[in-house]
T-cell receptor
Framework: GAGVSQSPSNKVTEKGKDVELRCDPI?????LYWYRQSLGQGLEFLIY????????KSGLPSDRFSAERTGGSVSTLTIQRTQQEDSAVYLC??????????????FGEGSRLTVL | SQQGEEDPQALSIQEGENATMNCSYK?????LQWYRQNSGRGLVHLIL?????REKHSGRLRVTLDTSKKSSSLLITASRAADTASYFC????????????FGKGTRLSVIA
């Protein structure tokens, strides 16, 4: 596709369930980011993949959160044993070059997670 | 943290007026970027200004950067109702090896 694709666009789950959110970046983009945005708030960095380097996981809020990127393309963010405070919009972004060179991130439309 | 902080948090103006939003940050940067977010949707990149630049224009957008004050401003001239959105600044640190850090945004409302 032409842009970053995220699925599902909306997910409602019960507290304690596991969820998986998927991100399909723009073809050829080497960097992929996950951010979280709570209602009316800014973006909270979660994790960053760049090429074949080890991911920067410094933003993951707890060990219930994990992410992988298979074949340098599609990424899955997994939240285990979801809690109500995990409710947010999860945004994925990709970029063609290391951030310092071009800087521009291309965002998907986000996955809105609601934990009941 | 070098999180950008936008000011004001919310701004309401009449169509045709200019809108100015400010961003402050804490540490040395490689570049600073502005993004726009329509309600409930993804962010769209507007403009990037590098640390050795002082001003940049793109259409009705004008961005300034003052590295001595660690601040930037985004000016939207002749605003339109369609400019209603949230605007975020984001910074890349000097090494360029860390992900963009976003501020909390300015919510702009342009009233027709």
């Amino acid at each position: 596709g032409a842009g970053v694709s995220q699925s599902p666009s909306n997910k409602v789950t019960e507290k304690g369930k596991d969820v998986e959110l998927r991100c399909d970046p723009i073809s050829g983009h080497t960097a992929l980011y996950w951010y979280r945005q709570s209602l009316g708030q800014g973006l909270e960095f979660l994790i960053y993949f760049q090429g074949n380097s080890a991911p920067d996981k410094s933003g993951l809020p707890s060990d219930r959160f994990s992410a992988e990127r298979t074949g340098g393309s599609v990424s899955t963010l997994t939240i285990q044993r979801t809690q109500q405070e995990d409710s947010a919009v999860y945004l994925c972004a990709s970029s063609l070059d290391p951030v310092a060179n071009t800087g521009e991130l291309f965002f998907g439309e986000g996955s809105r997670l609601t934990v009941l | 943290s070098q999180q950008g902080e936008e000011d004001p948090q919310a701004l309401s103006i009449q169509e045709g007026e200019n809108a100015t939003m400010n961003c402050s940050y804490k540490t040395s940067i490689n570049n600073l970027q502005w993004y726009r977010q329509n309600s409930g949707r993804g962010l769209v990149h507007l403009i990037l200004i590098r640390s050795n630049e002082r001003e940049k224009h793109s259409g009705r957008l004008r961005v300034t950067l003052d590295t001595s004050k660690k601040s930037s401003s985004l000016l939207i001239t002749a605003s339109r109702a369609a400019d209603t959105a949230s605007y975020f600044c984001a910074t890349v640190d000097l090494s360029g090896n860390t992900p963009l850090v976003f501020g909390k945004g300015t919510r702009l409302s342009v009233i027709a």
